[in-house]
């Protein structure tokens, strides 16, 4: 993915960084600003942006940023939140109400545990944030892992941008010192970075639609999230995801006998 | 003291209550607001005000506490800071850069424990924040008796008083009931009985069998292990076994054209 955006390619992934962080579709650019400032509290510096509403740069958001400019000056730009992940190997997003969507929903703690077991091993992770009013979308959700849920007073919950950025961070910078808690995933089972994942989708769903898969249309778009939503959950090794390739290319060769 | 100060009276230390919330010398009243915000989030309502320094009540303070009102609705005005704590038994300061006073420095989480721990004893608690710009004055860290100090950057470690209180009320709310850590996946997403599963994984072998997947035959035993060892990961449900069977049917009628 890096070789087809150019943007990208100043914030090639560092081994062992912290978390990049994804705002989707952000509306303020003081809200942007301010979660640099949030991210530099807690030594993140990967800022991604999936089109923020009102255009980049922003002097709105240098303005708000004071400080933290550093951030924004290496912020990186994509059209969707597919290519702002797309190296990343694990995504967390955070959603003040799950959707019942079959994913894990976790603590910011234990999330900040896990992402530290998986950047010692050499993972690349993400924390995708929604606009300002509406969160993420179903689409924007089926791209992550897993879900992140701030534990807050319910009758009181709603953040904003940069204190959803800045508990989630603190709580990966609270995981600094000392080892990380669980055993790492061994070697191979690093997860497929998600472009690869998205590449192996697009053929899978091509694969279906010649086969007739999905019908009624309307009902499309929601059984392919359901399709990557399962998919997704294993977690496929880059090696795991060369035998799906085969599983499908296999079956389509095969004569139907049923 | 609650009996010198009128207005302590509506605010009597409910027992069992969260930390009170003394902000000293605060600057601006949006920020005050936004403070109310945070408290809220975290389960906490009683705001004890020094000496707001843009006087008290604010209208600023009231359009950035939206949905918070009532925190500022309940909050206490004092003149000092002394009178402001007197019926607190606990004091805790937060302060960015702890001055050699001889108290000890906790992080807000071994606070909160420690706070929980006292308030299940009976005791009033409460935190200290100093105003905008300069943090507490040496007079009023003299009135704690632990300092706080939160973890981040230390090269950025400067947060605004919302994002100050919003960190030590979020590690509060963490040691009260607070949600399990790692939820299950929802409802629907019970996995498949293994007998269900078995069933699929014949099915998809077969398809495979036939389509030559499995060469050479000497490997046949790992790679189907392989595969099923992903699948299982992902924990497919009934109802996306039903898919998974839908998929391997569709892929097989699918005219291969690579």
């Known amino acids: 993915m890096a070789g087809t955006d150019k943007s990208r390619g100043a914030v090639a992934f560092a ?14 650019g ?20 999936v089109s923020p509403r009102d255009g980049w740069p922003s002097r709105a958001a240098l303005a708000a940023a004071a400080g933290a400019g550093e951030v924004l000056a ?11 992940v797309a190296d990343l190997n694990l995504v967390y997003a955070t959603t003040a109400r799950p959707r019942g969507l079959a994913k894990p929903v976790l603590s910011p703690r234990t999330a900040a545990a896990e992402m530290r077991a998986s950047v010692a091993d050499g993972a690349a992770v993400g924390l995708l944030f929604g606009p300002e009013r ?26 904003n941008l940069a204190q959803a950025v800045l508990l989630v961070g603190y709580e990966w910078y609270q995981t600094g010192e000392g080892p990380p808690p669980g055993q790492p995933p061994s070697g ?35 059984m392919i999230r359901n399709l990557r939503t399962l998919f997704q959950r294993a977690r496929p090794s880059q090696a795991e995801l060369r035998t799906l390739h085969g599983v499908v290319s296999a079956l389509m060769k095969a004569k139907r006998r049923e």
């Open 134 to 159: 509406s969160g993420l979308a179903n689409d924007d959700l089926v791209l992550a892992d897993r879900l992140v849920e701030v534990p807050l007073n319910p009758a009181f919950a709603s953040l």
């Open 74 to 84: 290496r912020a990186s730009l994509f059209e969707r939140t597919a290519q702002a």
């Open 15 to 28: 081994p062992g960084a912290g978390p990049a962080v994804v705002l989707v579709a952000p509306q303020l």
């Open 188 to 222: 191979d089972a690093l997860p497929a970075e998600k472009a690869e994942l998205m590449n192996f989708f697009e053929r899978l769903e091509a694969g279906l639609d010649a086969g007739g898969f999905f019908h009624p249309p309307e009902k499309r778009q929601g």
């Open 30 to 49: 003081q809200n942007i600003g301010m979660v640099a400032r949030a991210m530099l509290n807690c030594g993140l510096r990967d800022m991604r942006l």
